[in-house]
Every structure is written in structure tokens, then in C-alpha cells.
């Protein structure tokens, strides 16, 4: 079993920055892929951001909307992936989820039920 815990959340102007985290336990974290969804009121969650190992090979994913302005990362040592938001925007307003997935394929668009989740952290940009 995965257990993913998120902090970082908050209330925010536009344009300014946050920083999210996520700790990972119960399972080996090198063998899992992590990865950032969001979900605002009255819509779908949507896939914001996702690191992957296949092979030997890294991949970072950023959605349209965030890329340039958003980056993740992950710190081994800590079992913890982060995600770095600047330039926050009124629509980057939602909950944010930490998801995890075995590592080996890119991370796809759609949530998964075979993902593990956290319980979601709150984003409010002010505008």
C-alpha cells in the first residue's frame, strides 16, 4: 500500500508563487512514477504534471496550461515529490492531488482508479 500526504496549500495572489509537497511511504519510492492533478469546482481532474521513468530515461510532463510556469521535482532522500508554481493564475484555483503509479509508461491525461492518491491539498489564486 501507498500512503501520499500533501502540504503547501494556501490562499495566493496572482502572479505570486507556491510550493507543494507530497511525502511518500508504505512502498519503495525509485519504484513509483509521481505526479501532480488538480481539480477545481464543478470540473474533472485534470493531470497537471508527472515525472516517469522508463528505461534509463527521465521524463517531466507539464499540462498546456501550466507548462513554463509550473515545475516538479523529487527529492529521494525524503520520499517527497514538489511541485514549484509561479506565476499563479485565478484558474489555477483547486485542489491539488499527489498521485503515484508504477513507473515504466508516461503519465496519462485521464486519472486512473490504479493510481494512488492523496487526500488533496487547496489552492486559492486571488485574482
Known amino acids: 500500500q501507498v500512503q501520499l500526504v500533501e502540504s503547501g496549500g494556501g490562499l495566493v495572489q496572482a502572479g505570486g508563487s507556491l510550493t507543494l509537497s507530497c511525502a511518500c511511504s508504505?512502498?519503495?519510492?525509485?519504484?513509483?512514477?509521481m505526479g501532480w492533478f488538480r481539480q477545481a469546482p464543478g470540473k474533472e481532474r485534470e493531470f497537471v504534471s508527472g515525472i516517469t521513468w522508463i528505461g534509463s530515461q527521465f521524463y517531466s510532463q507539464y499540462s498546456d496550461s501550466v507548462k513554463g510556469r509550473f515545475t516538479i521535482s523529487r527529492e529521494y532522500a525524503k520520499n517527497t515529490v514538489y511541485l514549484q508554481m509561479n506565476t499563479l493564475k485565478a484558474e489555477d484555483t483547486a485542489v491539488y492531488y499527489c498521485?503515484?503509479?508504477?513507473?515504466?509508461?508516461?503519465?496519462?491525461?485521464?486519472?486512473?482508479?490504479?493510481?494512488?492518491w492523496g487526500q488533496g491539498t487547496q489552492v486559492t489564486v486571488s485574482s
Open positions: 498521485a503515484a503509479k508504477p513507473s515504466g509508461s508516461m503519465w496519462p491525461k485521464m486519472p486512473s482508479s490504479s493510481n494512488y
Open positions: 508504505g512502498r519503495t519510492f525509485n519504484s513509483l512514477d
